[in-house]
Every structure is written in structure tokens, then in C-alpha cells.
Nanobody, 126 residues
């Protein structure tokens, strides 16, 4: 069956860096858009970043623009989120998601995505 598995979360000090990975299995995701979302305690799930199926278009939330970078490796069925200059407010459970919605640009709403990972905790200490 289709599975997305995140890895790379943990505890980091403010100002530090971390890279999250999300590996897909059960099918090829080379024609899928990928997205990263996060959810902090007591808050709704929010969009972080997305990359389209070709890797030619990326999209970021204003809160992470310039600090986070999304990338993909189709040969490995994997999407990455490199996070620099981390802040305490980046603390959340991070989820990867995949979408077969077509089109050129990846979506920014949770409803745009078909498949979800289980999430990985990122904690930034101040």
C-alpha cells in the first residue's frame, strides 16, 4: 500500500538547522506534487512549503520564506525540507503530503493532498 514516512525530526537550538526527509513507497511519486505542513499544539495544520511534480516550481509560507528549502529526488521517491535559522515558533509536528491533482503548481491547502505521512516532531529550544 502507499506509505509516506518522515524522518529527521528532533530537538534543536534556536538558530540551528535540521533536514526532514519523507520517503514514499507503494508507487512512483515522480508525477506527484509534494507538500510540507505543520501543526503546533492547539493550532490548525498550516502550510509550510510545496514543490511541483517537476521540481520547477516551489512555494513557501511567508513565515518560512528565506529560511526553509523544499527539494525532491524522484529517483528515491523522496522529498526534503531543509530548515535553517530555526525559531521557537517553528516547533510543531511536521507532515509531508503527496498530491496527484495535476496541473503545474502544487497546492497549499491540506485538501489538495491525497496521501499523508504520520508526522515527525520538531522542537526548537530558545
Amino acid at each position: 500500500q502507499v506509505q509516506l514516512v518522515e524522518s529527521g525530526g528532533g530537538l534543536v537550538q534556536a538558530g540551528g538547522s535540521m533536514r526532514l526527509s519523507c520517503a514514499g513507497s507503494g508507487r512512483s511519486f515522480s508525477r506527484y506534487h509534494w507538500g510540507w505542513f505543520r501543526q503546533a499544539p492547539g493550532k490548525e495544520r498550516e502550510f509550510v512549503a510545496a514543490i511541483n511534480w517537476s521540481g520547477g516550481s516551489t512555494y513557501y509560507a511567508d513565515s518560512v520564506k528565506g529560511r526553509f528549502t523544499i527539494s525532491r529526488d524522484n529517483a528515491k521517491n523522496t522529498v526534503y525540507l531543509k530548515m535553517n535559522s530555526l525559531k521557537a515558533e517553528d516547533t510543531a509536528v511536521y507532515y509531508c503530503a503527496a498530491s496527484d491533482s495535476g496541473g503545474y503548481r502544487a497546492g497549499h491547502r491540506p485538501s489538495d493532498y491525497n496521501y499523508w505521512g504520520q508526522g515527525t516532531q520538531v522542537t526548537v529550544s530558545s
